[in-house]
């Protein structure tokens, strides 16, 4: 009997099983593959507030500094966090006021964004593009190699004594948290369901409606290229994020949208939208012309009805807790663990949790 | 223009294939990526070059010289990057025509669409790590090959050649004809394995004669020939100088060294089509029912690359996936009767083909025997003492090994590190099936991206809305 199974093994699974283990609870970790090897091992590591929900700013700020120290609070894994300054861009006037009410409420909410001038820009970011109009500058900014999250948590995970079952799919879950495994029966005190874009399957097992929408997001990367950039670079809208690397090789992504479902994974990019991201990404740095691009890849990621988190208890059911469906969750999603492990042991979170009441309250309306 | 068939690689089972279905009716393209078609083993010698004719280059201007007149379209020196359509559709959504996106030899962007989809796109070179096998000097059988056919060049002055199968004395045989000396061939077979094949061979008694000449050859020029024996070393200062087999070091300024040949499977991999790990095939292989259908849907593999069976057995396979194609797109109404005689001719060349290809298999007693400082993964510089720790810390397949390591991020997108990789990650999780594969990826080569953007306005690039604040 574990004090609690936890569902899913991504970046919010791991986080929220090691702080819980570290404060005495038995917990078992189970995936039905690999440890972050779904969103949380193939987003783009970008740690930027200015692609980050004005809500969740806090939660971002704090988990930043938990990426760059991870060392510290994880038995030495990293995930070779960067930190760096951001820059949003503008290439029109409709894009620029966007950039401006877009950094108003994200300031409002704690990122120091500052809005600068293009030359201001180009002094931060050399190889800009000269077509940039306005920029949104944020000091606080940085990066990771999403593809280790998962190598960096397990020692950690083990050394705190989560018993870890990768590879071990939960097909459903009977009364009194028993859930049932490919390797046989599981039995948990309480239950958390961290299963990405899955969640929507697993709140089904306990009864509950709970829909969520897949994001089918795609990322590309160039071969190693003399340095061409040195911040974590967007456009207003969001729709475009850019990155290069200590090796040389530059990271394109931005949320464009491949094919793919919960079912079938990410299947396949769009020629659409392969071209169209890369192309505003050498619009950007046109420096990037000289790269060969190398391979591009898809990743889901969850996306409640408010586009905002699912955490916290579910109604209904003690001791069943669920996290997920965080808007660039990887940015916050140490910190948002380590909140709901808080809130599992009884005590009150430093920040506040995003309680689902109100996506099942919308969907018994509907 | 909406094709009927599109044939990926013009080798010998996609010239076969295309003209094939082109004879037959069907609206055909080929596209290739070399200059002109033929593939390794009939690879045409460039423009303006005159290669003396021998067997092979016979055979290949016949193949060619079917295709030109079939009437099926023809796009040599053309980079595909991309597939798609198919069953990569949304959710729900009715298969889609086939997709493939590529460069001209101009560089201009361009994609053709078909109904179906033939996939012949040979193999790539095993090269079993060992130490120096990165210095300048050493490189792949057919790298050699293509260097002495196309291009006339010699790969060095005093040659080692190493490895299996029948490239081995194929290659030597060439670099004695092409005026190099050749130090010796160090081969991984011992006697008694070719004693073994000598009854599957004697179905091609062509090949088999060809071969025997070759060894007399050697034999002739007094070549040392050293069986059941491989380089287990190469060394040099800025290249190579030396190779080592056994407890003796040989002096030489080129080394070719192959260890078999390996599928490429890019683009059923990129489909999702059903594989499976066939070492005798060469490694993993697509799920192919007897008239080469992959597991997709109008989606069809010949050729070396759908499993290693030999240049001799690739036109029939080439010609069985495209009359499969004909027949489900309607367009072959009697395929029993037509299908019967490539059939035969595929079963007859398969047996001395699978006999070769077996010889060529993975030798897992290579792998065992790689020193853990030893890269593995020379884009990323990743040593097979990485990989043990990666897999020590948890990594048990090929996509969690690739994640823990980068083995496999760089240039060559896996297709040199890929089998000495899967097979160490095999030793530690308890096989290649368990090892799996490099889940398949977009572009299937490394594309240059100002050839990809070409010029465009801001304007025109479909932004999609923003995301809420």
Redesign the interface.
């Known amino acids: 009997m574990f004090d609690v199974a936890i569902i899913g093994a991504g970046v919010m699974g791991c986080s929220t099983a090691l702080f819980l283990a570290r404060a005495g609870m038995k917990v078992v970790l189970l995936d039905r593959g690999?440890?972050c090897?779904e969103a949380s091992?193939v987003n783009a590591g970008t740690l930027t507030m200015q692609?980050t929900?004005?809500a969740l700013i806090p939660y971002a700020l704090r988990a930043h500094e938990m990426w760059l120290r991870m060392p510290e609070w994880c038995n030495g894994g990293h995930v070779l966090a960067t930190a760096c300054p951001g820059l949003s861009v503008a290439?029109?006037e409709h894009e620029a006021a966007?950039l401006e009410?877009?950094a108003h409420?994200?300031r409002q909410a704690g990122a120091p964004i500052e809005l600068v001038t293009p030359a201001r820009a180009q002094e931060i970011e050399p190889r800009l593009s000269g077509?940039v109009i306005a920029a949104g500058h944020c000091p606080i900014d940085g990066f990771t190699s999403a593809?280790?999250t998962?190598?960096a948590f397990?020692?950690a995970l083990l050394n705190a004594g989560v018993e870890l079952r990768?590879?071990c799919a939960v097909r459903g879950i009977a009364a009194g948290f028993v859930l049932d495994t490919l390797a046989g029966e599981v039995q948990a005190k309480r239950i958390v369901l961290a299963g990405g874009v899955w969640l929507q399957d697993m709140a089904a097992w306990l009864g509950v409606t709970l829909p969520i929408k897949v994001l089918v997001n795609q990322l590309v990367?160039?071969?190693?290229m003399a340095p061409v950039m040195r911040t974590v670079l967007g456009?207003?809208?969001?729709?475009l994020s850019l990155k290069q690397y200590a090796n040389g090789s530059v990271l394109i992504g931005g949320?464009?949208?491949g094919?793919g479902?919960r079912?079938?994974g990410g299947?396949?990019?769009?020629?659409?939208s392969?071209?169209?991201n890369?192309?505003?990404a050498?619009?950007a740095v046109p420096a990037?012309?000289?790269?060969?691009?190398?391979?591009?890849?898809l990743g889901l990621e969850a996306e409640t009805a408010d586009?905002l988190p699912a955490i916290g208890p579910i109604p209904g059911i003690e001791d069943a807790w669920i996290i997920g469906s965080v808007?660039s969750g990887y940015t916050s999603g140490p910190y948002l663990g380590k909140l709901l492990a808080q809130a599992i042991c009884g005590r009150a979170p430093e920040l506040p949790l995003f309680p689902i009441d109100r996506l099942l309250a919308q969907e018994k309306a509907a | 223009m909406m094709h009927d068939i599109a044939v990926l690689g013009g080798g010998p089972a996609g010239m076969a294939a295309a003209t094939e279905a082109a004879r037959r009716g069907a609206r055909v393209v080929l596209l290739e990526e070399s200059a002109a078609p033929g593939g390794q083993v009939y690879r045409a010698p460039p423009t303006g070059f005159v290669v003396p004719a021998d067997a092979d280059s016979r055979v290949g201007d016949a193949l060619r010289a079917a295709l030109r007149q079939s009437g099926a379209e023809i796009r040599p020196g053309c980079r595909v990057w991309g597939v798609g359509g198919g069953p990569l559709v949304p959710q729900g959504m009715a298969a889609a025509p086939f997709r493939l996106d590529a460069l001209a030899p101009d560089g201009q962007s361009f994609a053709v669409e078909a109904r179906a989809l033939v996939l012949c796109t040979g193999t790539h070179e095993r090269i079993i790590a060992f130490p120096g096998w990165t210095l300048p000097g050493v490189l792949g059988l057919a790298a050699a090959t293509i260097l002495l056919k196309a291009h006339g060049v010699l790969p060095g002055r005093r040659v080692v050649v190493a490895g299996a199968g029948p490239l081995l004395y194929a290659v030597a045989a060439k670099l004695l004809k092409a005026g190099a000396e050749v130090a010796a061939v160090v081969d991984l077979a011992h006697s008694r394995e070719w004693v073994r094949a000598l009854p599957a061979l004697a179905a091609r008694p062509d090949l088999l004669a060809r071969g025997v000449a070759w060894r007399a050859k050697l034999l002739a020029r007094g070549i040392r020939v050293m069986a059941g024996a491989q380089v287990s070393a190469a060394a040099g200062g800025e290249v190579l100088e030396r190779a080592r087999v056994g407890d003796t070091w040989i002096d030489c300024d080129a080394l070719c060294v192959g260890h078999g040949l390996v599928p490429a499977t890019e683009a059923t991999r990129a489909f999702r089509a059903a594989h499976r790990y066939a070492a005798a095939e060469g490694g993993w292989v697509p799920v192919l029912d007897a008239d080469q259908r992959c597991s997709v849907p109008f989606l069809y593999a010949a050729g070396d690359g759908a499993g290693v069976r030999g240049a001799a057995a690739a036109p029939a396979s080439g010609r069985l996936a495209a009359l499969a194609a004909l027949h489900d797109l309607g367009m072959l109404p009697d395929h029993a009767a037509a299908r019967a005689a490539p059939a035969r001719d595929l079963a007859r060349a398969a047996r001395a083909g699978g006999a070769m290809a077996r010889m060529m298999a993975l030798r897992p007693e290579l792998v065992q025997a790689i020193p853990p400082e030893t890269v593995v993964c020379r884009c990323e510089g990743v040593t097979r003492a990485e990989i043990d720790a990666a897999c020590a810390d948890g990594a048990g397949d090929m996509n969690q090994m690739k994640q823990f390591t980068r083995c496999g991020m760089g240039p060559c997108q896996g297709r040199l590190c890929g089998e000495t990789a899967a097979e160490l990650v095999a030793m530690h999780c308890g096989g290649r099936e368990r090892a799996g594969f490099a889940t398949g990826r977009l572009p299937l080569r490394p594309v240059a991206m100002d050839a990809l953007l070409g010029d465009f306005d801001y304007a025109d690039i479909p932004v999609p809305n923003a995301a809420p604040i």
């Open positions: 690999a440890i090897r091992g692609m929900r004005a290439f029109t966007m009410e877009r409420f994200r077509g593809y280790l998962g190598r397990r020692p990768e590879n990367v160039t071969e190693r456009v207003a809208s969001g729709l949320g464009w949208q094919i479902d079912v079938r299947l396949a990019v769009k020629p659409e392969f071209l169209g890369v192309r505003l050498a619009h990037l012309r000289e790269a060969r691009v190398l391979r591009a890849w586009a808007h």
